[in-house]
C-alpha cells in the first residue's frame, strides 16, 4: 500500500489494518514520517527515535495477540496539550510521533481552489490531522483547532464534556470512527442514555449574538444539515425565534480569546476589574445554559462563511484577517463558555470551493449522540462528493 493511501485510512482503519497483520506498525510509522519531512514547521519536537522504539515494541505487542484501540498507530498532541494526554495516549498503545505547533501558518488543505495569499492560515496540528501524517490528535481546544475551525480545515474536531469551561482536552481525526476510537481509548467518551431517541435540535444562525453575520453559503450548508437530521427522525426547529433578551447579547469581547490571552489578562488587569470579570464569566454560562433548556443539541454555522478575497489590513498577519471580521463568533462561546461537548464537522462547499463547516453542541445529557449526527454528515457529504 503506497504511503498515500495508507496515511489516509485514518486512525480506525489504520487499526483495523494493524489487528489483522495487514502491515506493520514500522511501516505506517515510515510513510508518517515520510510526509512530515515534507512540511516544514507542522511539528514543534519530533520524537523520531522514541516513536520508532514505541513502533517496534508495538509491533512484538501485536504479534504476541495483544489488542489495544490505538496500539500500533501515529499520533500527536499539540504542544500546549496537557502533559497528561501524552500520557494517556501511550497506555492506550499509541505511537506519539512528537508534539505539533499550533501557529497557524500553513495553506489550508481543504481548500479546492487554488490557494492564495488571502486565504485562511491553518495550524500544524490540523495540518498533521488532514493531511494524514498522523491518525489523530489531542488538542487543548477542538472543536476550534486554533482559529479555524476544524470543519473548515478537513478534519473533525470533537469537544467532550468535563463541566469545566476551557479545561478540556479535544479530538481532532480525520473521520468519525477516528474520533469514537480515540475518545473510547481514553476513555472520553459518555456512555450516558440519551433522553429520547428522538433529539430536540435546534438550529440558530445567530448564536449568542443579537443579529446573524452568517453569508449564504454557510446559512445555506446549515439549513442543509437541518433538513437532513429531520429527514433521520428528530425534531428540528428555529432557534432563533426566541425574543432577543439577554439569552441573546453578545456580553464580553473576550468570549474569542484564546485561554493563553485570558491569562494575560488576568495579569494586568486591575485587582477591583477581576470581581467584574468573574461576575461578567458567570452570566454568560448561565446565558448559555438557558439557550440549551428546551433543546438536546444545537446546529450553528461552524464560523460565518467562506473568505471574501479581499486584501488584508495593513500589517496584519493573513492568518488573522477572518478571526478580525469574526471568524468563529458567536459560535464558538457556545462550548467556550459552557464547557458542553461540541463538534465541528465539514457540511459543504462554496461555489468556489471553500470549505464549510457546522457546529453541533450538545447538552451534557446528549453528548453520546453527537457523533451518531456528526456520522449522518459525514455519510451525506460522501453521497454527494
Not at 445555506?220 to 437532513?228: E, I
Amino acid at each position: 500500500m503506497e504511503d498515500t493511501e495508507l496515511c489516509s485510512l485514518g486512525a480506525s482503519a489504520q487499526s483495523r489494518l494493524l489487528h489483522a497483520g495487514q502491515t506493520r506498525a514500522v511501516d505506517l510509522l515510515e510513510a508518517s514520517l515520510r510526509r512530515i519531512a515534507r512540511s516544514a514547521n507542522v511539528f514543534s519536537d519530533l520524537n523520531v527515535t522514541t516513536a520508532r522504539a514505541a513502533a517496534l515494541d508495538a509491533d512484538r505487542r501485536l504479534a504476541a495477540g495483544e489488542r489495544l484501540p490505538l496500539l500500533g498507530v501515529p499520533v500527536a498532541v499539540e504542544s500546549a496539550t496537557r502533559p497528561e494526554a501524552a500520557t494517556a495516549l501511550s497506555a492506550a498503545g499509541a505511537v506519539l510521533v512528537g508534539r505539533t505547533a499550533p501557529a497557524e501558518e500553513h495553506p489550508n488543505t481543504a481548500q479546492r481552489a487554488e490557494w492564495s495569499s488571502h486565504d485562511p492560515l491553518v495550524s500544524g496540528t490540523a495540518t498533521a490531522v488532514a493531511t494524514g501524517m498522523v491518525g489523530g490528535a489531542l488538542v487543548p481546544g477542538a472543536p476550534g483547532a486554533g482559529r479555524v475551525p476544524a470543519g473548515a480545515a478537513g478534519a473533525i474536531g470533537f469537544q467532550p464534556y468535563t463541566g469545566r469551561p476551557g479545561r478540556a482536552t479535544g479530538v481532532l481525526a480525520r473521520h468519525t470512527a477516528d474520533v469514537a476510537l480515540m475518545l473510547d481509548a481514553l476513555g472520553l467518551r459518555s456512555a450516558g442514555p440519551l433522553r429520547a431517541k428522538s433529539l430536540r435540535i435546534g438550529v440558530s444562525l445567530r448564536g449568542v449574538g443579537l443579529h446573524s453575520r452568517a453569508r449564504q453559503g454557510i446559512s445555506d450548508t446549515v439549513g442543509d444539515v437541518a433538513a437532513l437530521l429531520s429527514m433521520h427522525g428528530h425534531a428540528v426547529h428555529d432557534h432563533d425565534d426566541r425574543p432577543a433578551d439577554r439569552t441573546r447579547i453578545l456580553l464580553a469581547p473576550h468570549l474569542t480569546a484564546t485561554p493563553a490571552e485570558l491569562r494575560a489578562l488576568g495579569r494586568v488587569m486591575p485587582e477591583p476589574l477581576r470581581g467584574i470579570c468573574r461576575r461578567v464569566a458567570t452570566a454568560e454560562r448561565t446565558m448559555v445554559d438557558e439557550m440549551f433548556s428546551d433543546i438536546d443539541v444545537l446546529v450553528t454555522p461552524g464560523y460565518t462563511g467562506a473568505p471574501e478575497h479581499s486584501a488584508p489590513p495593513s500589517g496584519a498577519r493573513t492568518g488573522a484577517v477572518l478571526v478580525r471580521s469574526g471568524v468563529t463568533t458567536p459560535f464558538s462561546p457556545l462550548w467556550r463558555i459552557s464547557g458542553y461537548p461540541a463538534v465541528s464537522v465539514l457540511a459543504g462547499w462554496s461555489p468556489e470551493g471553500h470549505p464549510l463547516p457546522v457546529q453541533l453542541t450538545a447538552a451534557p445529557h446528549a453528548e453520546g449522540a453527537l457523533l451518531d449526527l456528526v456520522r449522518l454528515i459525514e455519510d451525506d457529504m460522501h453521497r454527494r462528493s
